[in-house]
């Protein structure tokens, strides 16, 4: 009796999660039609598959739901909720975090993470003069490109950032998230994490860009002009549509 109650409770939960991700995934859709985006839903492949590093090499079951792109401060930008598990059973935790990212192109690694919520420990973090910024960044990726990126201008950028945040330049993309978010429709805390990634790109010295005049996206707004004959790095699914404004 007490296998069928349990069993029985588990299918409430399963139904319930299910109504409430298709009600969510409709207010979403809503929304991205108003911005003149393109709807994308759950990812394919997932961003932890196109993207591995900074969260997206953490814990199990891992998500990639409520997935949209269009233009925002003349970039490109597919935004999405990423969302993995730690520990097992009565012991997990579900973590979640609005991701934005941007087509760039193949440059070094860099990663970028505040505070001490995630550090990879299996890399050398970069240190810097400033050691205030030390204690609040942990740094690690290509310790050259990190140095030409890293300027005390973006320095100064980074530290006036809050909490739970992270940064990633590489594979195709630049990359930002905020940890604890969920599925529910905001259109503001989303909209704050596109500014953010269009802040810190827009930040990066011109000397970078510069070093990469195929692809790196502009700080004039023009957004990132794609590599000869390849494809748009990180793009999910079809050609998006005209976007409207932001």
Same mark, same amino acid.
């Given at each position: ?28 859709? /809503?929304? &991205? ?15 932890? /598959? ?9 814990? &199990? ?6 997935? %949209? ?26 973590? &979640? ?7 760039? =192109? ?13 550090? !990879? ?10 050691? @205030?910024?030390?204690?609040?960044? !942990?740094?690690?990726?290509? @310790? ?7 300027? =005390? ?33 905001? @259109?503001?805390? %989303? ?14 010295? /011109? ?35 005209? =976007?409207?404004? !932001?």
């Amino acid at each position: 009796m007490r296998f069928l109650i349990y069993l029985a409770v588990f299918a409430i939960v399963l139904v319930a999660a299910h109504f409430i991700k298709k009600n969510r995934n409709g207010k979403w859709t /809503e929304l &991205s039609a108003r911005r003149g985006w393109q709807w994308i839903g759950d990812a394919r492949p997932r961003i932890d /598959e196109r993207l591995p590093g900074g969260i997206f090499v953490l814990g &199990s079951s891992h998500a990639d739901e409520f997935v %949209m792109n269009g233009v925002f401060d003349g970039l490109r930008i597919t935004s999405g909720i990423y969302s993995y598990r730690t520990g097992a059973g009565r012991y997990s935790t579900t973590y &979640s975090q609005r991701y934005v990212t941007t087509p760039a =192109p193949q440059t070094p690694s860099l990663q970028l993470v505040h505070g001490t919520w995630w550090i !990879n420990r299996k890399a050398t973090a970069i240190k810097f003069p400033d050691e @205030e910024f030390n204690k609040r960044w !942990n740094v690690t990726g290509d @310790e050259g490109f990190a140095r030409a990126v890293i300027t =005390p201008q973006v320095a100064q950028f980074l530290m006036a950032q809050g909490k739970n945040i992270g940064f990633i330049i590489g594979g195709g993309t630049v990359t930002s998230w905020v940890r604890g978010t969920t599925g529910r429709v905001d @259109e503001e805390r %989303m909209d704050q994490a596109c500014r953010q990634l269009c802040a810190f790109v827009h930040a990066i010295p /011109e000397s970078v860009k510069s070093a990469f005049p195929q692809g790196f996206p502009r700080p004039d707004g023009s957004g990132p002009a794609p590599l000869p004959g390849a494809p748009v790095p990180g793009a999910i699914g079809p050609g998006m549509p005209t =976007p409207g404004q !932001n």
